[in-house]
Structures are given as structure tokens and as C-alpha cells.
């Protein structure tokens, strides 16, 4: 008896421990086409590899953003997007073509924003989640109110980032060490990654307590590269390993350090980093491995 009375306190004691355990959203940017592609990989089998991952580790629902421009000009990569919906995950807008707030005017770039919609109509879900391009809301504040009343007006939310390590270098990084077949070079590329990871995981949830007193509920971004899908379960596996338990995005924004983005009618608000540096607290600072992936495998020139 006494032993049945010690389980049951322990599943009692399971969702608040749960609770305590650090929230991550994960999502996807760049669908259906990133970066250049290792030999004999496509399009569509890099998604089902993501989606099999994030199947086999529950860690859905996860938002993918769309460049609808790109399943047009490459039409074979199309249908990952049915894929992902058929995996029932959702989709939200990246603008048409990925354009950089900086370099076009309000105007087009709301026709961005308005050029992807159709797609995300007919894929259906809860699809009004925008996510800038290069996460660049603008420099120019006339801009940026115009863009921010726009997606207002629309019914957007903005799906914030607040956790992310540079994934989409390792992609073109591993197309040419995969083109070359430099298996040294890539478990070089596998061991950088899940350690820049990690890395940018302790300093956004440093960020947060200086910030908030707490963790938040992070969003990460990825994007749908050919290394993000190979690398996927492992990495997947060592945020659990840390302690993080999966959310989707909507909840991981339903908490008030995400007011400012949840409703693009508010004034923006700072972002997560500059709200830690803002306090003085000291920071750790992650390693940069651009110039060592930018040099890795410099004789390969995949397609």
C-alpha cells in the first residue's frame, strides 16, 4: 500500500515538474527551398526527414515559414509544403520572396506579406503568424509603423525569435564537405553544431533571467536545410537532454515577454538581447564559428 501511495504522489508531482522545465517552440524558416543541397538529396525528402524527426520526438506542432515564391520558381520542392500540412503542422508567411525590410518600401513589402497569402489559404491552418525576413523589422520607424499596423490590420501576430545559433551556415557548409566527401570535415560540422547549440541555449536563458527574472518560453529558429534534417534528432534529443520540454508557438508566446508581438497594434518592443544588455548583467558569450565554416571544404562547389 505504501508503495502505491509514493507512485501516485509521483504522477501528482509530474506536470508541475514539467511546468518547471524551460519551454522551447521550434520553427522553421525558408520553406520550401534553403540553401544548396548535398548530393543526391531533394527537396521534398529533406522535409520528410524534419518531419520524422519531429514526429519521432514529439515535438509539434512546429511552424514552418513560407517563401511561396520559391515553390514557384522550383516546382519539384512544391510539394514539401503539402507534406508538412498533410503532417499536420502549420505554415505561416515570410513574405513572397524574402525581402529585406531595408531594401524595399512599406508598400512592397506589404505586397510581400499580401503575394504569399493565397498560398497560405489553400494549405489552410492557423496561418496569420508572420515572421520578418533576416528577423529585420526595419530601421527606419515610419517604416516600421506602417508595416506593424499593416500586419495588424491583417490579424498577424509576429512569431519572435529568442533562441538562435546560425543553423543555416552549417547547410552550405555541408553541401560542399558531402560534394568533396570529407566524412572528417562533417563529424567536425556535426560535433560545432550540437555545441553551438548548446551554447546559444545557456545564453538565451541567461538573456532571459537577466531580463525577466526567469526563463520564458523561447522560440528557436531553424531552417529547412539538408544538415538541419541530419542533424535534427540528435539535437532534438539534447535539448530534452537539457531539460527542455517542446511547445508550440502559440503557447510559448501567450506569455506576456511576447506582448509586443502578439499585438503588432502596440509599439515594438525591445528584443530579448537588448533587454539583457540593457541590464549590465554579464552575458556569456558563444563562440562564432563563421570563419571556420566559411573556410571548411573550400574546393567543393555543390549546385
Known amino acids: 500500500m505504501k508503495k502505491v501511495l509514493v507512485a501516485l504522489l509521483c504522477l501528482a508531482a509530474l506536470p508541475a515538474m514539467a511546468k518547471d522545465r524551460p519551454a522551447l517552440a521550434i520553427t522553421f524558416d525558408d520553406l520550401p527551398v534553403h540553401g544548396p543541397l548535398p548530393p543526391n538529396a ?67 513589402f506589404i505586397d510581400e506579406i499580401a503575394h504569399n497569402e493565397p498560398v497560405l489559404q489553400a494549405k489552410g491552418g492557423d496561418w496569420r503568424w508572420f515572421r520578418y525576413p533576416y528577423l529585420n523589422e526595419g530601421k527606419d520607424p515610419a517604416k516600421r509603423a506602417a508595416v506593424r499596423a499593416e500586419l495588424a490590420k491583417r490579424g498577424y501576430r509576429i512569431a519572435a525569435v529568442t533562441m538562435g545559433f546560425g543553423d543555416y551556415m552549417w547547410n552550405d557548409a555541408y553541401a560542399r564537405c558531402a560534394t568533396s566527401g570529407d566524412a572528417k570535415a562533417i563529424a567536425w560540422l556535426e560535433q560545432s553544431f550540437l555545441d553551438a547549440a548548446r551554447e546559444s541555449a545557456e545564453l538565451s536563458r541567461a538573456e532571459a533571467k537577466a531580463a525577466y527574472g526567469r526563463d520564458i518560453p523561447y522560440v528557436l529558429l531553424m531552417h529547412v536545410g539538408a544538415f538541419d534534417a541530419r542533424m535534427l534528432p540528435r539535437l532534438l534529443a539534447q535539448y530534452r537532454k537539457a531539460g527542455f520540454r517542446f511547445v508550440s508557438l502559440p503557447m510559448a508566446e501567450s506569455d506576456p515577454a511576447y506582448a509586443a508581438d502578439i499585438n503588432p497594434a502596440l509599439p515594438p518592443a525591445p528584443t530579448l538581447d537588448q533587454r539583457a544588455r540593457d541590464t549590465g548583467t554579464p552575458l556569456p558569450s558563444p563562440h562564432s564559428y563563421a570563419a571556420e565554416l566559411s573556410a571548411i571544404c573550400p574546393a567543393a562547389t555543390p549546385k
Do not use: C
Open 42 to 108: 531533394t527537396r521534398v525528402g529533406v522535409g520528410d526527414a524534419l518531419i520524422a524527426a519531429m514526429r519521432a520526438a514529439k515535438a509539434g506542432p512546429v511552424y514552418g515559414f513560407i517563401n511561396a515564391a520559391q515553390a514557384e520558381k522550383m516546382p519539384s520542392a512544391a510539394p514539401m509544403l503539402d507534406r508538412w500540412r498533410a503532417a499536420r503542422l502549420p505554415l505561416g508567411n515570410h513574405a513572397w520572396n524574402h525581402a529585406d525590410l531595408d531594401q524595399v518600401s512599406a508598400e512592397a
